[in-house]
């Protein structure tokens, strides 16, 4: 493929997932999808879905983020990690998948039950997703990478976590490195940019679309940016119903 079509967080907002893919050009680009795509939006289910569904047809990149990992922890500890899931958004994600209720109705381990039972197709994919892609000069990666060692050595927690010590850190990994999580308004300092964050050989595609900001879709080929299409949240930002 001559080209990557990278796209950032995308949290449930499953509607923005499908207009940015309209932008995608399956029969020249390599379709990668940074990680996040559940947790706080309403259509965490059927993000999931859509996502399984373009690396069966596409053969696309599905990163895995740290909401992926949230998740498959809850499912393993329901009763440990089900407050803090919760309060992360995870309530939205645990109703797409059962129904609306849920979380009030059964208690964490017979909602993980319920859904090992309900999707275990679902739950062995997002059990492999890998921790970062390389594509020629670009490496990849939901969160960032380890600057203070050969980048390969990077813990799981940090790919899927880091954030200053990476925003901020010397870039000598030879590599342009593509990554979201921490969102562009925060890495920009003024809670309101959300266009696309570049520095020191670093790109951040996260614009913040769950937050009421935006869902990129960003082109590379060898030598740099191709394309930036950025597609506002125009219903406003997730809020919690708790």
């Known amino acids: 493929m001559k080209q990557v079509f990278v796209i950032g967080d995308i ?21 990668i999808l940074i990680g996040d795509l559940n947790d706080r939006g309403r259509k965490s289910k059927d993000c999931w879905l859509l996502g399984m569904e373009l690396v069966e047809k596409y053969q696309a990149v599905y990163l895995r983020g740290n909401h992926e990992q949230y998740f498959l922890e809850f499912m393993e500890s329901p009763e440990d990690w089900f407050p803090s899931y919760l309060y992360n958004g995870g309530k939205e994600t645990i109703e797409s998948l059962l129904h609306k209720g849920a979380t009030e109705e059964y208690s964490p381990t017979e909602i993980a039950m319920m859904i090992r039972s309900r999707y275990k197709k679902l739950l062995e994919f997002l059990n492999e997703r890998p921790l970062y892609c390389e594509w ?38 030879g590599k ?32 913040g679309a769950v937050f009421g900001g935006s869902l990129h879709g960003v082109v590379f080929d060898n030598s740099g940016i191709v394309h930036d299409y950025e597609i506002p949240n125009t219903k406003g930002p997730w809020q919690p119903d708790f």
């Open 176 to 207: 342009t490195i593509v990554f979201g999580h921490t969102i562009t308004p925060m890495l920009y300092g003024d809670m309101q940019t959300t266009a696309l964050w570049q520095s020191d050989g670093k790109i951040g595609i996260d614009g």
């Open 11 to 31: 949290h449930g907002e499953y509607e923005l997932f499908q207009e940015i893919l309209k932008k995608f050009q399956p029969d020249k680009q390599q379709l």
């Open 136 to 173: 020629g000069n670009y490496l990849f990666v939901h969160a960032g990478v380890d600057l203070t060692r050969d980048w390969h050595e990077t813990s799981v927690q940090d790919f899927l976590w880091i954030r200053e010590p990476f925003h901020e850190g010397k870039n000598n990994t």
